[in-house]
């Protein structure tokens, strides 16, 4: 598994859960929420987000391209819209 955003990639489930910890440790109340309905076309999959206080409104929305190789995700990259 390789994850991809515009401050770094990761390699690996422990540090894609390492970094989704970080995200949210430093946005104390902040969620993640799906913007629209997950996307699939063969072996690409999108979803859009929105990242925000619980109850608020976003605060960073984006979306999520995932590559899914021999029946997994192999690779996801994370695109920051607004």
Known sequence: ???SDPDEVVVGHDALDAK???ILD???GFVFSPAGPVRVNQDL?????AFGPEGGPAVVRGLDIALI???L????????TD
């Not at 999959?45 to 987000?49: N, R």
């Not at 995700?73 to 920051?80: D, E, F, K, P, S």
Request: glycine share 12%.
């Open 20 to 22: 989704a910890q970080r």
């Open 1 to 3: 598994m390789r994850f």
């Open 69 to 71: 190789e021999d029946g």
């Open 26 to 28: 430093d946005a104390p």
């Open 73 to 80: 995700i192999g690779r996801v990259y994370t695109l920051l």
């Open 45 to 49: 999959g999108y979803l859009a987000w």
